[in-house]
């Protein structure tokens, strides 16, 4: 690790907390020798690059008696430490990722100590242990064909002879199998639209006895609908491609906070469990608030970003172009208007061409189009959001990624990157979905009104978010 080396020194200096971030690397040197530092160019989600520094290095991970080494790559933010690397594998050409609760498909690592990362408690070699503890529990890599190679092919055999051994009768994925965690109202108004357009083989409606909202899941039981089961159980759930959670448990403290906080401690007890029975799942999350209860599902799951979401703005931004489209337009415009922010009075709109799928390119609302987005937003006042309604909207996004629409939808999805935003909030943006979760839209640069309402969402649930335990 060369920190004189010119490039590495050039970057080095534009760090904001130069001092903290070099005595950081140095011990990551001191622990681990053998990694480097070198300069690189960053390409966020949004396509925008910036020159950051990389460490690059092997850990070393023991399965089955055997020693590996998995190649890693850490990106540092110009905010490091005090904001977590970005962190990748790095296989080589004969190597596969096997995506699973830590690892997505382009080898991305998710582990609870970036998403609890809080320096100076937090650290990369405390990091780096968690990484080798838990890729010592599931090993990411594979080899792509066995031979005499020495380094995983031999990992590759265990891991390969667990996929079909371990846990007796694995369900079967090819299943197209959705739970419903929550009998209330809304629950059960999930279960029965999402029946209603008839894309499941099988649905499980589980009643959370901690949840307040409790409806009528015994006469689901009493008038039995086909391929729907009910259940207390959360075992119920295992092997599910979408589990949908609707429980709340909500309390009579005056304290907003307090308030959120019991549905945060609900979370605690089922969020893991989830996951840990779907790891392949997608959670759609449909509690309230539903941008905070997003981000702490996403942080107690573990789960990739992109198989974290909740249903956010997709119901206002199909009731915005609806209007848009045939009560105001009579469906002559070429644009679709998306609802993006919070499910607040600061959510905003923009447009972007009809029929574009993962290629829509957004545009922010013009002076001349302010008019009739304001007007739109004025006849969708009052059209409050019953819970049939929100159980149409679930079902819709739940239909999307069980047929691989592709489809784009406006749901909470983790917002840091998007349009320079650099907290790690969760908002309702324009994301394509199917099998393998959810794919954002490129950013889009606001006008000044509606960038200080997003602005200001970011601000409020970033502070709401410190002040839970989660």
């Given at each position: 690790m060369d920190l004189n080396h010119e490039s590495v020194k050039r970057i080095l200096s534009k760090y904001k907390f130069h001092d903290v971030a070099v005595e950081e690397l140095q011990k990551i040197h001191l622990n681990y020798p053998d990694m480097k530092t070198v300069a690189g160019t960053y390409t966020f989600t949004d396509s925008s690059q910036k020159d950051l520094l990389k460490v690059l290095g092997n850990i070393p991970v023991r399965y089955q008696g055997h020693s590996y080494n998995l190649p890693i790559q850490l990106w540092l933010l110009d905010s490091f430490p005090f904001t977590p690397p970005i962190c990748f594998l790095r296989p080589t050409a004969s190597m596969v990722i096997r995506e699973g609760k830590h690892v997505d498909a382009k080898g991305r690592i998710y582990l609870p100590a970036l998403h609890n990362w809080d320096h100076p408690k937090s650290s990369v070699i405390a990091l780096l242990e968690e990484m080798i503890a838990k890729f010592e529990e599931d090993p990411p890599l594979a080899m792509k064909s066995t031979g005499d190679g020495k380094d995983l092919n031999e990992l590759h055999a265990i891991v390969s002879h667990l996929n079909i051994t371990e846990g007796g009768n694995r369900p079967d994925q090819s299943v197209n199998k959705v739970s419903v965690i929550g009998g209330g109202d809304l629950g059960m108004a999930a279960?029965?639209?999402?029946?209603?357009?008839s894309f499941v083989d099988k649905l499980v409606l589980i009643d959370i006895p901690e949840s307040s909202t409790k409806g009528g899941t015994m006469d689901l039981e009493i008038f039995s609908l086909p391929k729907v089961e009910v259940s207390k159980d959360l075992s119920a759930s295992a092997g599910s491609k979408v589990v949908v959670v609707t429980a709340n448990a909500w309390n009579n403290e005056q304290s907003f906070v307090s308030v959120v906080q019991t549905n945060v401690d609900l979370y605690g007890k089922i969020i893991p469990s989830l996951?840990?029975?779907?790891?392949?799942?997608?959670?759609?999350?449909?509690?309230?608030?539903?941008e905070i209860m997003t981000h702490v599902a996403w942080r107690q799951s573990c789960l990739p970003p992109t198989h974290v979401?909740?249903?956010?703005?997709?119901l206002e931004s199909e009731r915005l172009s609806y209007i848009i489209n045939v009560a105001i337009l009579a469906n002559s415009t070429n644009k679709k208007a998306w609802v993006i922010g919070e499910q607040s009075d600061n959510k905003v709109a923009v447009w972007a061409n009809v029929g574009g799928d993962k290629h829509q390119v957004l545009v922010p609302v013009s002076n001349s189009t302010r008019p009739l987005i304001d007007r739109a937003f004025e006849m969708l006042k009052g059209?409050?959001?019953?819970?049939?309604?929100?159980?149409?909207?679930?079902a819709d996004i739940t239909h999307s990624i069980l047929t691989d629409q592709r489809k784009t939808h406006s749901i909470t999805t983790l917002a840091q990157g998007w349009g320079g935003i650099g907290?790690?909030?969760?908002l309702s943006l324009p994301c394509v979905l199917g099998v393998n979760g959810s794919t954002r839209l490129a950013?889009?640069?606001l006008g000044t009104e509606d960038d200080a309402k997003l602005k200001e969402s970011v601000s409020t649930l970033s502070n709401l978010i410190t002040q839970l335990r989660i």
């Open positions: 279960v029965l639209s999402i029946m209603a357009k996951a840990r029975l779907s790891p392949n799942a997608v959670l759609l999350i449909a509690s309230q608030p539903v979401i909740g249903v956010g703005c997709n059209r409050g959001q019953r819970s049939w309604s929100v159980g149409l909207s679930i907290s790690e909030v969760f950013g889009v640069s």
